[in-house]
């Protein structure tokens, strides 16, 4: 029986992977034997990189601030010499929040989110496409369910998340017959540094939280991980431009 979830001899670049969802989405690849190439705003990747080599796969790291356009401009083809000259998998996952409603929400944060969450996957893509299509590949976005749900407070966050969404449905109107697959994964609240300093998990708040989820709970990174790899696998070979939420049911209500 073919096992799908063996991705020896592939790569992966999997962005703001130090920590957080993309940090498990790259050790869930490596895990299954893909090279990974870790793109992150630190200069320090030495715990990431040491996360990857316990999984089984050595990986790389790439210290680059894709807020800036100077300091994307060629990235993939850098990640992908390091990883041998080819790149099968492409994970934007880079993102930043900030409270704002529309009212309160300066130019200089809808900039700043606009330049990671939009312009940066798109030129990532943009750069990654031509390595996918003579054997096919899989672009995963991470959005959010505040692209669909969005409370008020993190304004310019939903906004992003929700064009980015719309991107990959765009996407894959002209890169599916190059056997390239793009699609979103929209996480609800999940365990991470960020959710951590929110509050989310502090007893009281997530008592009142987890009222809201049919699943009674939150969720945790390796969460997100699974559905990656199932969306960069062989598996989902027919699933384009959609938006896989996983939130325990918070969207289905």
């Not at 401009?73 to 010499?81: F, S, Y």
């Not at 017959?177 to 365990?191: A, S």
Request: neutral net charge; glycine residues 12%.
């Amino acid at each position: 029986m073919k096992d799908y979830l063996d991705f020896s001899g592939k790569t992966a670049i999997v962005t703001g992977g130090r920590r957080g969802i993309g940090r498990a989405i790259a050790i869930a690849f490596a895990e299954r034997g893909a090279k990974v190439a870790v793109i992150s705003k630190s200069q320090d990747g030495a715990a990431i990189l040491e996360d990857l080599a316990a999984a089984g796969t050595p990986g790389v790291y790439l210290p680059c601030d894709l807020e800036l356009p100077e300091a994307r401009k060629g990235i993939v083809d850098v990640a992908v010499e390091k990883l041998g000259g080819r790149l099968d998998i492409l994970v934007n996952n880079a993102g930043l929040q900030f409270g704002e409603t529309i009212e309160t929400t300066t130019l200089e944060h809808w900039k700043t989110s606009e330049e990671l969450m939009l312009n940066a996957p798109f030129e990532l893509s943009q750069q990654a496409i031509p390595y996918m299509k003579e054997r096919g590949g899989k672009i995963i976005m991470i959005s959010s369910i505040c692209s669909v749900r969005e409370g008020g407070w993190t304004f310019g966050y939903g906004v992003m998340k929700a064009g980015l969404a719309s991107m990959a449905r765009c996407m894959c109107q002209t890169l599916a017959k190059y056997n390239i697959n793009v699609n979103v994964i929209g996480p609800g609240i999940i365990r991470t540094d960020l959710t951590t300093r929110q509050g989310c998990f502090d007893e009281a708040n997530y008592a009142r939280i987890i009222q809201k989820y049919p699943a009674r709970r939150l969720g945790e990174p390796e969460e997100i991980a699974s559905v990656a790899l199932f969306l960069a696998s062989e598996m989902s070979s027919f699933v384009n431009g959609q938006q896989l939420f996983v939130d325990g049911g918070f969207t289905a209500q």
